[in-house]
């Protein structure tokens, strides 16, 4: 069974960093598109960033460049995206999703599998 897990959310003051984790099984991650998505709280889900079975990364939302980041561990089956210097306004459930195809498709074709998403809460 094709699942994705995402992990590492919390509670974090504006400036922070924080990494979140997103564990692939039932699949080999490398092979797949993975973007992050995220949901603040009233707001339709956004896209924030992908990266491709290649490893090329296409930033969704050109406002996060510079701040969000992502890799992608093959060996952990795992991608990952770091956050820095984060804003409250960067408060959301964070989603992974994977498609076969590439990071454009995914994006306005939709994506094959989601997780269920981790919390981010900045705030003093």
């Known amino acids: 069974q094709l699942q994705l897990v995402e992990s590492g959310g919390g509670l974090v003051q504006p400036g922070g960093s924080l990494r979140l984790s997103c564990a692939a099984s039932g699949f080999t991650l490398e092979n797949y598109s993975i973007a992050w998505y995220r949901q603040a709280p009233g707001k339709e889900r956004a896209g924030v960033l992908c990266?491709?079975?290649?490893?090329?990364?296409?930033n969704y939302a050109d406002s996060l460049k510079g701040r969000f980041t992502s890799s992608r561990d093959n060996a952990k089956n795992t991608m990952y995206l770091q956050m820095n210097s984060l804003k409250p306004e960067d408060t959301a459930v964070y989603y992974c999703?994977?498609?076969?195809?590439?990071?454009?498709?995914?994006?306005?074709?939709?994506?094959?599998?989601w997780g269920k998403g981790t919390l981010v809460t900045v705030s003093s």
């Open positions: 990266i491709s079975s290649s490893g090329s990364i296409t």
């Open positions: 999703a994977a498609t076969s195809s590439n990071c454009l498709r995914g994006y306005y074709g939709g994506f094959d599998y």
